[in-house]
């Protein structure tokens, strides 16, 4: 079964470095999404993988066979790697029918008149999209003409399937709708996803391991929980997660192997740490990282005045300013502060990441509590 | 051991790569491209310059070049040309003339296009659509139709050769002759045949730019005028510098015009100056007006790249057109559209009335006696010129049928290789081999026509190919080259390259993808990179006067031949060309939809 291997890919444009050395293993049937800001290199990676770019260094496996090698000279066309693509504007053939659109790569792959026919149908049913079989793209509304080029994608059963931002050209209703059917079609076809995006909420919904750039870099390549729980640095901490996390400098001493005193908000804490920490003695700048949903309001020891409330109805996403400092905390329910109100709060739980101030890599995950 | 295995990776590499680089087909094409089109480009360049300093067999009969013999080498060609006594009237004469006559037309195309480009975007003028196609229509007819028009409508008894013209039998009118003959007449009929170019380029600026830009302005309360003058203009100016640009190469190149209206007046340009030394034999002289031409329109694109930063940049302006309000022009509405209409009218009908009525003339210029003798005579008619009737005259058949042959072979050949050349420059944009393909192909357009044809002059003899209908396919295909590689680069770079990918994926073989995939969605851009050679060729007179003869006479020479003389069959035979060229238009407008004008019209 087909495993993606990559190892050391460049590729450069000019002297433009698009993607950098980069490593990674995608299994047989993971659903793996690509996640970055825009210029991030992930499109281009998900193309080099297809075949439709060619890198400038480095080896691409598929299964047993080397499908690129810069070393060897090796190139197999796209053609030849049995793989789907779904493309993000669809590239529906604008010039045939639905049927015809999804008929035509099986015609090409030589399968017989009938069995495309039962192909084609199945796939249209699959879609829900068996009324518009006579019609031209041009004649379908945008979430019709993404079914269409799913099915399209999907007739001649790859083994692989890449899709580059397939759903951001729907609305946002159609798009959450989008993103159910595709998991579930995961499931059902059996067969590798590979998934661009830049949507951080459509990475850590879909994914079984989520692989996140920046600038051609490889940031960490996880399942989204982990990504989420213990980012491997200050970079994949902010891109993941909606409201953002937190991000306090602090600065941090040793206290013993596992413990830290850290102080921030013009304040002494105690950090305990779930490994060892890695910490110089002295004085140490750090970063301490804070998910909203651990800033806990109400009964704290921490003082801050409401900056401005937003409740969402399920939430309620409240901003407050210690200091300099500007916080961002989530509270269950409808709860409504007027501004300015002074507030004092506590930050739980076990998932505060500690980075270091200059690399801003994780050094530890652990607990803060007042000292 | 180490070492043998990596010699061995090493050529294995090499293989394995070069194997990668040509199963691309677009690596294919530009490859081949580039070599084929160096050759037919370059080559005829070098051998152009290297014949100005030769001695060519009817020069030998100049004093200085006694005693030489043909094929020496010699600097009196040049000497003869810029430093003799001579020069003045074969050199800087016809220079100070043909850059004059260009300026004058550019000046009147811009003006007269520009004015009715901005009726027809920007006020609320009747009749928009009317206008838009019937003001193309000088730019579809040949060059040449509307200076014999001219000279048909302005003659009288008092100038040039004595018959009486359209308005002289009408209205007993007689014009001076610097009206009829000369820089003046030149340069406005230039300028008609070349405004429908500036309609096309501001037209299309002013209907792409975003209407928002002008809104802004009106908001922030500025008034109509003003807006014009520092919104509209300012943005139009790169479409202003290109025509201008673009009309005076095409001027300084114009061959039948100055050919048709110079005459009598001893008005001689470059091209027409360069002809007589060609037919002379001079080809040394010849030659070097040749170079001085195709300096001429290097310098002209250098600045126009220059100024306007890129080729193209004049179509970058672009946004949604929104709903723009039309400047209220009140009872004018309809008077500006009356009086373009006219205009359009005596630009583009009364030609062909004329021509009408000149053929049937039994005494040229004389309304008062018709006759249909000179279509349908089987015998030579009455005139004594030894010409049958336009329908029975053998040579019309020879040149009707070499004209429609060339045209089609020019069309096939250049509108397929640039339909190849645009889609493997924008599969592999940005590469060297990309950016030398697509400036080979766009050379040729920077040649003025006689200078080219001048060219492959020059390497018939040497290719053994002298007099033959394939020099005259050949020299047809690459001139026209820039117009199909043009219009295929647009098509393609407009094609997100995913529609190809698309069916790449599930192993469409490549010719398939542009057959069944590429062509059909881009048909009317690839369509009308066959039409556009097609209809050139049709009416090309400047490229082929130099290559064309005995039996590979084509329409355009045979006018051209008969023009001087045969008033009344050269009448007819024109009205034939300007019909053929029409009805092929219609035809193509018809069955593609592609049109010059698309986009711009009402």
């Known amino acids: 079964m087909p495993e993606i291997r990559l190892e050391h890919v460049t590729k450069r444009f000019d002297k433009f470095v698009a993607v950098e050395d980069l490593n990674m293993v995608i299994e047989d049937r993971d659903f793996v999404t690509l996640l970055g800001p825009s210029g991030c290199g992930k499109t281009t990676t998900l193309r080099m993988i297809a075949g439709l770019e060619s890198p400038t260094e480095g080896r691409i496996t598929i299964g047993d066979q ?152 490889l940031q960490q390549y996880d399942p989204p929980l982990t990504v989420y729980n213990n980012p491997a640095n200050r970079f994949v901490a902010d891109f993941v997660g909606n409201p953002t996390m937190n991000f306090v400098k602090a600065v941090a001493g040793k206290a013993s192997d596992k413990s830290a005193i850290i102080s921030m908000f ?27 949903e651990f800033i806990r309001l109400g009964n704290g020891t921490i003082d801050g005045k409401v900056y401005a409330t937003l409740p969402s109805g399920m939430e309620t996403m409240v901003k407050l300013s210690v200091g300099n400092e500007t916080l961002t905390s989530v509270a269950f329910g409808s709860v409504d502060y007027p501004f300015n109100m002074p507030i004092d709060f506590e930050i739980i739980g076990n998932g505060i990441v500690m980075f270091d101030g200059k690399t801003e890599k994780n050094l530890s995950l652990g607990s803060v509590s007042p000292q | 051991m180490t070492e043998n295995f990596t010699a061995v990776s090493g050529k294995r590499r090499v293989m394995n790569s070069i194997k990668a680089f040509f ?117 579809i007819m040949p060059s040449w139709t509307l200076a014999s028009f001219w000279k048909n409508f302005f003659q009288n008894p008092g100038i040039g050769s004595g018959t009486g013209g359209f308005l002289f039998n009408l209205l007993g009118v007689r014009v001076s002759e610097g009206f009829v003959y000369g820089l003046v007449p030149c340069a406005i009929v230039l300028g008609l045949h070349y405004a429908p170019f500036a309609y096309i380029l501001i037209g299309g600026i002013l209907r792409n730019m975003d209407a928002n830009l002008e809104e802004a302005a009106t908001i922030l309360k500025a008034s109509r005028a003003k807006i014009i003058r520092k919104i509209t203009l300012p943005i139009v100016l790169p479409a202003l510098l290109s025509t201008f640009l673009l009309v005076f190469s095409s001027s300084m190149s114009a061959y039948a015009v100055p050919q048709f209206l110079g005459g009598s007046s001893g008005f ?8 007589q030394f ?70 583009s009908v009364l030609p062909l009335i004329t021509f009408a009525l000149e053929s049937l003339c039994v005494i040229p210029g004389d309304y008062s006696t018709l006759t249909l003798e000179f279509w349908i005579s089987k015998t030579t008619t009455s005139s004594g010129n030894g010409i049958r009737g336009l329908f029975y005259e053998p040579q019309v058949w020879t040149a009707f049928k070499n004209s429609l042959l060339l045209s089609g072979t020019c069309a096939l050949f250049a509108g397929t290789v640039g339909i190849l050349i645009g889609y493997s420059v924008a599969k592999r944009r940005g590469t060297f081999l990309a950016k030398a393909a697509d400036n080979l192909a766009f050379l040729p ?98 490229l082929f006067t130099l290559l064309a003869s005995g039996s590979t006479v084509i329409l355009t020479t045979l006018l051209e031949d008969w023009q001087a003389w045969w008033t009344q069959s050269a009448n007819a035979l024109n009205l034939l060309i300007i019909i053929t060229v029409l009805a092929v238009n219609f035809i193509v407008n018809k069955l593609t939809g592609a049109s010059i004008d698309k986009g711009v019209g009402g």
């Open chain 2, 278 to 347: 060609i037919n002379s034999g001079w080809y040394g002289q010849g030659y070097i007006m040749a170079i001085f031409m195709i300096i001429f329109g290097l310098v002209i694109l250098a600045i126009n790249q220059y100024a306007t930063g890129k080729r193209k940049s004049f179509t970058t302006v672009t946004g949604k057109s929104g709903q723009i309000s039309y400047i209220k022009m009140g009872g004018w509405k309809y008077a500006a559209a009356a009086i373009i209409i006219a205009l359009c009218i005596f630009c």
């Open chain 1, 66 to 217: 080397v499908v690129f090698d810069a070393a060897e000279g090796i190139n197999i066309s796209p053609a030849k790697r049995d793989i789907g693509f779904l493309f993000q504007n669809y590239a529906l053939w604008p010039h045939m029918t639905v049927y015809q659109n999804i008929a035509f790569g099986l015609e090409n792959l030589k399968w017989k008149k009938d069995s495309i026919r039962t192909r084609v149908d199945e796939m249209l049913k699959m879609l829900k999209i068996e009324q518009f079989e006579k019609r031209y793209p041009s004649e379908l509304s945008g979430g019709q003409q993404q079914r269409v080029a799913i099915a399209r994608t999907l007739a001649p059963r790859p083994k692989v399937l890449f899709m580059d931002e397939p759903l951001s050209n729907l609305d946002a209703k159609l798009r959450l709708e989008m993103r159910t059917e595709l998991k579930r079609l995961h499931a059902d076809t059996d067969s590798t996803f590979v998934y661009v995006t830049h949507d951080q909420l459509e990475a850590m919904t879909l994914a079984t391991k989520v692989c996140l750039m920046q600038t051609g870099v």
């Open chain 2, 268 to 275: 001689t340009v470059l091209t027409t100056t360069m002809k």
């Open chain 2, 23 to 139: 199963t691309q087909p677009a690596n294919i094409i530009l490859t081949v491209s580039v070599v084929l089109l160096g050759f037919f480009t370059i080559y005829p360049l070098v051998l152009l310059v290297l014949d100005t300093t030769k001695v060519h067999i009817a020069e030998v009969m100049f004093k200085e070049l006694r005693g030489l013999k043909v094929g020496q080498f010699t600097f009196f060609h040049w000497y003869r040309m810029l430093l003799s006594d001579m020069s003045g009237v074969y050199f800087w004469n016809p220079l100070k003339n043909a850059v004059l006559m260009s300026v004058l037309a550019s000046f009147i195309a811009i003006i007269y296009g520009g004015v009715v480009a901005f009726l027809i975007t920007r006020t609320d003028i009747k009749a928009k659509k009317f206008i838009s196609s019937v003001f193309i229509f000088p730019y």
């Open chain 2, 445 to 542: 357009y920077l040649m003025p026509s006689m200078a080219l044809g001048a060219a492959f002059l020059a390497i018939g003899g040497p290719l053994g190919l002298s007099k033959t209908f394939f020099l005259l396919a050949l020299v047809g295909s690459i001139k026209y080259l820039p117009f199909a590689s043009r219009s295929g680069i647009n098509a393609m770079l407009q094609l997100s390259g995913e529609i190809e990918e698309a069916a790449l994926i599930v192993n469409v073989p490549w010719w398939k993808r542009m057959v069944r995939v590429i062509f059909p969605i881009q048909r009317s851009t690839f369509i009308s990179g066959y039409l556009l050679p097609f209809t050139s060729c049709m009416r090309e007179l400047s």
């Open chain 1, 266 to 292: 013009g304040k002494l804490f105690r950090f305990d740490s779930q490994s060892s920490l890695d910490l110089a003695d002295g004085e140490n700048d750090v970063i301490i990282g804070i998910r909203p």
